[in-house]
């Protein structure tokens, strides 16, 4: 039945299939017999026709990993693969879009990609003219990365994150996206190659993103990825505060003008860079400006700092930090409470009363009752 109305070499034939809609219809092409006709015309020499064909693969892969199985079990990718560096830019988009729909389902299916030896080449991409080639090549690399620690550690070897992060550099909007996301997802995955993302100039790229952009879906993608990078330990925390962060994920968090989820993932990424972060000077304006949710892990760090640093608990009393903990109205028994308690016993008794709210009306108190001894 297939091979009555998809003659392969006929352009507008092939056109019937691309641009798929449901499941159920890539199903009805692919039990057409479709699949293995649609690998011949990519193999065709007219470029319109390897592209219309590579973007009806990509629609029939992209559904369900039974589906991309389809497209996987007729020889695709060593097919795809051969096409990255064609010079025709819309034939690109097409073959990583393809690439990317099949990577996406599974580890298996992202290494068989991997096998078909896209790595280096493929980042070649990343600096590409077109925006469209970037963002695909972008996003093949991310659905790659996401599945493993070893499929990351790959692309670091490659030289892939610094390729992403250049290319994230170079372009602005949805074209940075998937880009921001692969930054994230190679983060997740362990200290080590959160390391490699810093190392590489990550961090204030994605800082960069965070402020510039003004979408709010890509500043949420920016906030997941630094929250990522941050989480692991005080030395990754350290690296994405230094860049000024914490302020703006903050101000992201409590503006009301954020949409929801940019509200819940600078909340979630505050808490995880805080709960990380020892750094001090960077967690100080928080104290001024934090609410009473996010206030508890920036006292908390501090009640954990303090104890074993005697220049960090002189600097807390010149920079105004301990009287600021003082004026914190905090629930007797709370966890907060307990948190202003162990950092008020890092200090004699008679500093803690100085710094305390209303100390200076008694002391003056004291010097309206004082009879000075007359001569």
Excluded at 44 to 65: F, M, N, T, V
Excluded at 181 to 201: P, T
């Amino acid at each position: 039945m297939g091979e009555k109305w998809l003659v392969p070499g006929s352009v507008t034939h092939t056109h019937l299939i691309t641009f798929l809609g449901p499941t159920e219809l890539s199903q009805a092409v692919v039990d057409a017999g479709a699949v293995p006709l649609l690998v011949l015309c990519i193999q065709e020499p007219e470029i319109a026709l390897k592209g219309i064909a590579a973007s009806a693969l990509s629609d029939i892969a992209k559904h369900s990993p039974e589906l991309a199985q389809t497209v996987v079990d007729v020889g695709a990718i060593a097919h795809l693969a051969q096409m990255i560096l064609n010079p025709d830019a819309k034939l690109k988009r097409q073959v990583l879009s393809a690439l990317s729909q099949i990577a996406k389902h599974s580890v298996n299916m992202a290494e068989m990609v991997v096998e078909a030896e896209i790595f280096p080449v493929v980042l070649t991409c990343l600096k590409d003219k077109d925006d469209y080639v970037k963002k695909n090549a972008s996003t093949l690399i991310r659905e790659i990365a996401k599945h493993t620690p070893e499929l990351s550690q790959l692309i670091v070897n490659a030289g892939g994150v610094a390729a992403v992060i250049d290319c994230v550099a170079s372009c602005k909007g949805n074209i940075r996206l998937p880009g921001i996301m692969m930054l994230g997802y190679v983060a997740a995955h362990s200290e080590n190659l959160a390391m490699a993302v810093i190392i590489s100039k990550g961090v204030p790229m994605l800082s960069v993103c965070l402020s510039e952009e003004p979408e709010d879906h890509i500043k949420a993608a920016a906030t997941w990825a630094l929250g990522q990078i941050g989480r692991h330990t005080p030395e990754h925390a350290r690296a994405v505060v230094v860049t000024n962060t914490l302020p703006v994920l903050l101000s992201l968090y409590m503006s009301t003008e954020s949409s929801e989820d940019l509200q819940i993932k600078s909340k979630k990424a505050l808490k995880n860079i805080l709960q990380q972060c020892t750094y001090l000077p960077a967690l100080e304006p928080l104290l001024y400006d934090a609410p009473p949710n996010i206030l508890k892990h920036v006292v908390g760090q501090f009640s954990k700092v303090l104890p074993h640093d005697c220049k960090a608990r002189r600097l807390f009393v010149t920079s105004g930090g301990l009287k600021k903990i003082q004026e914190i109205k905090a629930e007797p028994g709370s966890l907060l409470q307990e948190y202003i308690n162990s950092i008020n016993s890092c200090y004699p008794e008679e500093i803690v009363r100085y710094y305390s709210p209303g100390y200076s009306d008694t002391l003056l108190q004291r010097v309206d009752s004082y009879q000075p001894l007359t001569h």
